[in-house]
């Protein structure tokens, strides 16, 4: 923080909060919502979602309130994709989950499995 005397009297001191600080402060509450995008996930039974068996695992995780710190013990493609696949935004087919990640069809493959993997060795070793 950056802070600016304005001489003079009954002038006070001005705190100026420098852009990369508010940018930084900006995702760490973002980070910090992860688990209340998740929330839904365990209310709507009925909707449409892709990989029927990664869901139950990560309901799982919603369950536990433990989304923030799976979701930060992933790279960063792979919480992005978790968040594609299953935020309230979600993407509904394999062709436009390829399409934003710009992968192909078998690296898509490659990450779901690997996301799974680390989603059952998280739930297996709190």
Known sequence: MINIYNGGHGS???EVVSP?????AIKFAE???????FDYLLEEEAAFFLY???LA???????QKEANRFLYRLTDTNRE??????GPN???SNESVCEKFGISNIQRKKHIA??????KKFLDNP
């Open 12 to 14: 006070d001191n001005i």
């Open 20 to 24: 990369d600080f508010m940018q930084k």
């Open 31 to 37: 980070r910090n919502e992860f688990q209340k995008r």
């Open 52 to 54: 029927p068996k990664l």
């Open 57 to 63: 695992l990560f309901k799982e995780v919603v369950r």
């Open 81 to 86: 994709l978790i968040v594609a696949i299953y």
């Open 90 to 92: 979600r993407l509904c």
């Open 114 to 119: 690997k996301i799974r993997y680390e989603m």
